[in-house]
């Protein structure tokens, strides 16, 4: 089998120093590779809070009223999202579980370089064996909020170029935001032919409702070529 | 404004014409429950390479148990009137089956530039060239007028991801029937690869 490689003693990834004792110990048994995927499932459960990190980073740095530089020091910078005691107590459960099922499979003896394991491997179960942490979910929906709030954010620098992509696109924008309210719910399954606020023609054969409406556009003065084909969605 | 890397899909929910209720095998209550009825949409906008005329983008839904794009009848006749289509000759007459209706179909070609409409901004991935089935028989309906498909079309060369996320656990708001990823926990994106 594998020759041993290295006497050092495991770092154990960040823990409380009164819970780390027996982590350690168990972290001690493992061969390298096991300790490998046992330190990435520990990374792995912290991503959401690292991209949160990041989140508040970024709308620091944009400018955005409520985040403070203290996203800098890497902390969270919403008290009161997850305690460290709460936290620490998730994690620790977690990769107590972890490391006794590595230690379970048997795949080497410390110092060892083991059996090569995933860190996903099906036999080490899910990431939060009591199902997802709390204090994480409630973190992964701050990454959310922060999410929308950042997709939402224009970009002061930038031209508002709607036009250049379609002349058009101010009245497209507003029959979203009339499907999205429900208000064009008597068309749904339907094209709507849309120009100035009104429905010149509507109906699922595109074709023919075009025609129509560019007749009766051009009956009132209006050029086929503000008229709007707008498929409403629908069952 | 240039086009970005990646763009968020939507996950419409739809009225079913006759909604599936169910009951789960050990529920003693018998309370039925309902399977929501969702697509994966997003707005296509059809690209002019001859005129430099644009079309408004339209809804159109992501399906990638069609094999490639497809394009009801009366659909692709307007915009091949519009100058949007090339069309592909096929050597030997080709059939499709579609919602219990048989079709001839043609070939065509549309360059088709995918948005992401945001409050106060646009995002778009590159335009990008979809062959597609042109349905012959104006009975044939599917899920949407536009359906891209699996192959030879906006998919390719692009990531398409699924996240999971906590489903939000408030009541889906009646004006958000087009967008409702965040109640049933996920959301889509497409992404240049």
Redesign the interface.
């Known amino acids: 089998m594998s020759e041993p490689v290295t006497t050092e003693s495991p770092e154990l990834p960040g823990f409380d120093c009164n819970a780390s004792a027996e982590l350690q110990e168990l972290l001690n048994q493992l061969p390298l590779r096991a300790i490998a995927a046992f330190k990435l499932r520990c990374e792995k459960r912290r991503e959401p809070l690292q991209r949160l990190k990041q989140l508040q980073l970024e709308m620091f740095a944009v400018g955005v009223t409520g985040y403070n530089s203290s996203a800098m020091n890497g902390k969270p910078a919403t008290p009161g999202l997850l305690t460290v005691a709460d936290r620490a107590r998730d994690e620790e459960i977690a990769a107590s579980s972890d490391l006794k099922n590595l230690l379970n499979l048997k795949l080497g003896k410390s110092g060892e370089l083991g059996e090569p394991i995933r860190w996903n491997d099906p036999r080490l179960g899910s990431l939060w064996p009591d199902g997802?942490s709390e204090c994480y979910?409630k973190v992964?929906?701050a990454r959310?909020e922060l999410e929308d709030k950042l997709?939402?954010?224009?970009?002061p620098n930038?031209?508002n170029?709607?036009a250049?992509?379609?002349p058009?696109?101010g009245?497209?924008?507003k029959l979203?935001e009339m499907?999205?309210?429900?208000k064009l719910n008597e068309y749904?399954g339907e094209?709507i032919i849309w120009a100035n606020g009104e429905v010149f023609g509507h109906g699922?054969?595109?074709?023919?409702?075009?025609l129509q409406a560019e007749k009766m556009a051009e009956a009132r003065g209006i050029s086929p070529d503000q008229l709007?084909?707008?498929?409403v969605?629908?069952? | 404004m240039p086009p970005v890397s990646r763009i968020r899909l939507l996950i419409e929910e739809r009225n079913a014409a006759v909604p599936c209720r169910y009951q789960e095998a050990n529920d003693t209550t018998g309370n039925a429950r309902l399977f929501p009825l969702l697509r994966l949409v997003t707005q296509a906008q059809f690209v002019s390479q001859t005129h430099g005329k644009n079309s408004v983008p339209l809804r159109a839904l992501l399906d990638t148990g069609a094999w490639i794009t497809a394009i009801e009848t009366q659909t692709w006749q307007e915009y091949d009137r519009e100058g949007f289509i090339e069309h592909h000759p096929l050597m030997n007459p080709q059939f499709a089956f579609i919602g219990g209706n048989s079709t001839m179909y043609r070939l065509g070609r549309v360059w088709l530039r995918l948005f992401d409409l945001l409050p106060g901004q646009i995002n778009w991935l590159p335009t990008v060239p979809v062959i597609c089935q042109l349905l012959e028989n104006k009975e044939c309906r599917l899920s949407a007028p536009i359906l891209l498909g699996l192959h030879l079309g906006v998919l390719e060369g692009r990531r398409l991801t699924r996240e999971p996320i906590p489903p939000l656990t408030t009541p889906i708001p009646l004006n958000r029937s087009s967008d409702v990823g965040a109640w049933y926990g996920q959301e889509w994106y497409l992404e240049s690869a």
């Open positions: 997802t979910a992964e929906r959310q997709k939402q954010l224009s970009n930038e031209p170029e709607d250049e992509l379609h058009q696109i009245e497209w924008r979203e499907f999205t309210e429900g749904r094209f699922r054969k595109l074709l023919s409702v075009r709007i084909n707008y498929f969605s629908g069952e």
